[in-house]
């Protein structure tokens, strides 16, 4: 890190800055500007002694140097990861197309859903079954049961199959059924939630909180990756902004500067990140055009009855032809 | 609720539009205006089936009425409601001053911020025990021996203590020890938590969320007023805007629009709000002034060392001139 | 408009309403719901006489019906609207490609700019020349001398060009020289120079403010459009969010949005809505997938030595290069 | 400036970098690190190079040391600036209470109000004459004779006045006629204004953009400074957040910061930042609690019939109740 004197510290004020970075083992190198003194803080994270500055009188600010994550950041791992969820290779060439729903609300919607999705052309099911009361009306989701309706979807149509996990008891049961486990805008800041994804040994998927910036959501991706789990997807789902149209808007920039900043793979949830569905195939479409490595559609046969978000969900024919749009988009650019 | 119909609408879309609304026991109110009909739903939380109509052609929008928050609505109940935390009225004439920490680091730590706070002139202490891996460092809270230490600190002071809930397991525990729970801003839509809340029988702060908008939180208070808890603060703490000088941006115009529509008491926590300890007390004013019951505000011995947002933080002089400011003021106000 | 009653208004209060609606020549149309009263105002444009019923008692809030644009509303001209530039039509089945600079710096680098415009493949030239002091620097355009260059840059390419207008006295001579007038992001609500655009004949391209919702960009189109201009763009370059790795937020959702409420052209300005040349490519493709009729993208043969937003803009081979790819993935897509 | 190599940057680029800041007569000083190089740049200013640096190899971020204003910065002149308006002292002891209306609409309106804010206690009265077309409905100003009405206002209260100016041209009639000039939230950088407003001889209000930082309010303020006005107010006038109860979001927070960051008097305009009358008071109070040196509050006889902003402007006894508990307030604080 890098302390900024104030345009009139004294020597005994510098000096005694310079004694408390010793003081810890780390070097320090002054640099004398022409209208102040810059302290550079050179040793192994000096950042995490930041605090212990606060009231040292002289001091105008300090800066860090580095980013917050070094796992996650392409400086130090240049190459794209890439790895498997069940047998779809996950930050390759091809864009991964994901349908399902937030909350699998029983046996009949889930599996008519998952039919219709691998029809259409989707590589990958998901499905939430740990839903915690994610309305004032108390829906919650299957549990267990839904987990067993994970199985059979993924038996039934070859696909493999996510889940959300919403504590860190879940990550086990959920980690036994499904072949990704999805970590929801809400709990990005989770750290238990993420200790616990970051030792299972499932591929994670982490979504964006819409008032966290792509520094916190590479954060957060570090703190898994630091626990062990090498396989994790970051995924945009929209921010909130001033615009009322739109439920959330979808920060499109984030796909370039998160493909900038990091070798994971990168996804968006155009359901959520608009937050309507007229609005769903052209962010979905834009999000594949600007290099995103997947998408993560909302789908459901009959949304005007859906429990939760019916107005983000796709028609199952309305989802095959986006589909067939991202393949000939991708087509023309010379994509998978 | 009202249904916008699109200008060229057709009289059969209109009708269609007509019957599914009686389909549901309400009555449709026409309002045949200049350029487009205008229908008006009429019964008992029309609103609840809003989605429904969601691919009915011919609809241009649909708005809803009444705000969706009723047991927290002013309007509802014009009286201010004060109920008492301890022997301190929250909601009365005077501004309560509680002061505390996020974390409860230790006996020492604890028992000393508390002392201060009392002889500054604090009214109640808040300390979390039940702190959740809140930073990537692994901290976490000290779980019952918190609630003991919490427990000491009301013996030793006389004053009413508050602890952060996480769990819907922790309200009991919780509630046997402490005065008042607390939620806070990332848990403001957690409605398992609200639900567990809103069956206790103790006083509830709320915070909000730095991505919600006023009207979420009052409909989070509403959630736990409708569980039977009709002991509720709503709680500003600063929410997420381009402005990077602070960590977040005090909305202050939050107070005297929560004054308007609530009837519930109004805190503001200047240390969340502001991240910086040299800007907590002109904010901590500045609420006071505007009308708020109460403030949160950061203390601790040596905020230097403090495990968790020290820079937040005020040492305990700097607290007790606060204290007297805030009486003064309101003195001159000719408040409490 | 709709009037929405308190619950608790007396009928001596609606009485005085219904009156001071008739007495506009409005019909008042009462809606008697289960816990308050609606007044529908029906008339022509009553929105106008909004605050005249500011201190009415008993009112809880007043509620538009309409969106507050016509002009520029697809509900009203359900067709797009094409109109040529040059003899380039804009708004109809190809992506439009403009490329050029806010401020043209001399006669070498814009004619250098406009030939590798030209040769890469755009069909849209731009450049700044009533540049106002756009930064502390007291940079400012060339003026005349500016539009005498424009005009050049045309006869060398072919290509018809646009130019900004920052004052109403600008619009006659730019209109003289220019094929299309452009208003910029700081001057979305500048209504004298609306004004001044709608009056003239050249077709006009209107960027969204950053701090300008997509209800007032339309509303600014609407203005031009009500002074008898037809031909008018409105253009997303970006938004102000909390991110800071990109200087503004594109909010892509704006482009399917504004194709669904209006029928005029919809471009996107990735240079100023990224703020960074690297993240341009990507998400111009991204604004192509999502819908948008045109880009304008910033260009310039040496970015370093650029007097303005270096740092946007792109060198021409990259140019190339990514106007091969926005018409390799249009044929993907079936357009143009 | 400081530049952050990347981690695997090699030693020929780091030489290139090196060369290339001598080639501006500045100094490099490298600082090499556990994991990268760091170059400082000592110099006059060299960040005004940094785009030249923008595509060389090897570099991974530039960071400037200083923030980008000298005279405005309280680390420069650490002491308050305080000027005579007229008779009354800005930046001193008192909060200075101005009344007044962004649109003179004519003699007795302007009269009328002028007169109930000097019985109110008012020190300081605004008027706008140069408004443009501010509003749709082609509102404009009275232009000279408004500035004729101001005078006469003064004449008839004692009380110096303010108006606002858009365009270099007004600054030297505004001047002759007003105490002080006013340059709004949308001109905030419009440098070509500015620049005018430092060559006169008023102290000049200049109001922060609802997108503007806080720094680029301060450097609004350093420009003006630069060209020789040494009287200048910065006014926190409320930024767009996604909260909607309220037109703008105050940023009370902005308070303390300029306070710290700048010895310029800081007011704040509770009319404009929140956008509606019933949240004035509670604001204005806010802000003279948070240590504002002035408050900007709209005033009208009539405001049910005002041109301009009705909604947001208090009746003259509701503006004498705020200035009475101002000074109640002030008194307890022990301030004036």
Redesign the interface.
Known sequence: M?I?M???ATPEQVEAVVEKIGSYGFKA?L??????T?I?V???EPITTR?????MPGI?RI?P??RPYKLASR??IPQNTVFPAGNVPIGGEQVVIAAGCSLIEGRTQWLETAQAAKEAGAQLLYGGTFV?????Y?L?GLGETGLELLAEARQATGLPVMTEVV?PEQVAPAARYADLLQINA?NM????L??AAGECSRPVLIKR???G???ELL?AA??VLSHGNRSVIVCECG????????HN?????????L???THLPVFLAPSE??GHW??VA??A???????ADGLLVAVHPN????LLD??TMLKPERFAALVA?VR???????RG
């Open positions: 890098m900024i104030n345009v009139d190198h640099s004398q500007g022409e209208e102040r810059v550079g050179v040793g192994n605090d212990q500055f606060l009231f105008a800066i140097i580095s400086e130090f915690p009361y994610s309305s004032p108390s919650h504590t809400n800041q989770n750290y238990a993420l200790h909180s819409n008032s910036s792509i520094e954060m570090e703190y921010i909130r902004s001033f615009e009322t149209h739109t808007t979808t920060d499109i920039n984030a796909i370039p500067v493909k900038a900043l990140s608009t007229e609005y052209p962010v479409l834009a999000a594949a055009a600007a290099g949304p005007e009855d859906a019916g107005n749009q000939a988009m991708a087509g023309g650019l010379g």
